[in-house]
């Protein structure tokens, strides 16, 4: 099983071979940051501290709605989806925690895959709910809407569904819903906005009413797609005003691929800590819409902004600030293990790089308006090559210096081809 499949052995023995030229990287760098005033260590224990949760529907191959190339040794239910996320948190140690998604991980034995996550040392994150899709056997459809729809029996059953959801976290041990509609409208009069947002504040409401105490609820907009003229819950407005309506247990959450194209979302970040609503992120990367990519594939600066605002709000001792901290990926093209790996990392790349900002100059250029040498601190930061403290940080926790490289040496793709065979309608990925 998997629980034994890459051995602490093996991966000790991968980082033997690398171990003489990291150390030597690092001491080199060790030496650079000194002269800035930065001492190496402080920055590496920050980021071996640094979590992101794995989506247990990115470990199967995503798709679009054009097609699905499925690779081989896909996880054919939970239970090996699981085994696909211990991999990824032994090789990275970032990734303790699995963010689940219901029905598609739909189980009748609880229990057991709490057991099966103890066994594999893992904790489960928020719950995601889906009321964007039928399932069979289900009464009423959310083809016009799930949460907002215009008939009372579709809300109740979606209200009913997103508690059952709280239910099943509540005894994995999880802390937060989090709440993604698709509902909205494709024609401009087929929904009334003001209602269908007052429907929403009202379901919301009672799902909000059966968290437990120690529970957030992580409200997620996103712009468009299923609903391609109006979603009701579009934005970081619409979501702000219904986190503070609801109450102080919810708050936002930030997909990065929610917005529209060049939207500035470090800035939307800035906003909703000082509203002190930001709850988490989706991470991933887009070029063109909801494309979840690999998180810093296309634009790492904005996601050095991002967590420059983080690292940022930290250094202002912004109180409260507890971040559920996600990957939301699609991958079509590459094996998702290795995808969720390399992203879990360019995220400790960016807050690596972030803590690395010298904050006092950058607010002394501020306060100068000096526009050119604030840009060229941020800049500093940015191009510092951060590698060796990424795989410190690794080699320190008893994780692999070459993730990639361990896991491919390791042939644990090749093993789960052999024994799981291909599960041609994996649920989950495709949205
Ligand atoms: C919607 O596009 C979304 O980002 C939500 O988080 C869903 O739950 C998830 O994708 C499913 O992939
Ligand atoms: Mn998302
Ligand atoms: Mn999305």
Known sequence: PAATFIQARAIEQANARLQADLEQDYQRLGELLTRNGIEIDSVTNAVAAFEVAIPSWGVGTGGT?????????????VFEKLEDCSVIQRLTGATPRVSLHFPWDQTGDIAGLKACADELKL?????????????PGQTQSYKFGSLTHTDPAVREQAIAHNIECIKIGAQLGSKALTLWIGDGANFPGQQNLARAYERYLESAAKIYAALPSDWRLLIEHKMYEPAFYATVIQDWGSSLMAAQT??????????????APNVNIEMIVSRLVHARRLGGFHFNDSKYGDDDLDAGSIDPYRLFLIFNELVDAQWRKTPDLALAHMLDQSHNVTDPVESLMSSAIELQRAYAQSLLVDRRTLDEYQQDNDALMASHTLKRAFTTDVQPILAMARMRRGAAIDPIGTYRSSGYRAACAARRPANLSFGGGIV
């Open 246 to 259: 609801l109450g102080p247990k919810a708050f936002c959450l930030v997909d990065l691929g929610h917005h």
């Open 65 to 77: 709605r054009f097609a699905r190339f499925p690779q081989p040794g896909e996880p054919r239910s």
């Open 123 to 135: 904790g489960f994150d928020a719950v995601n709910s889906n009321t964007f899709q039928d399932r």
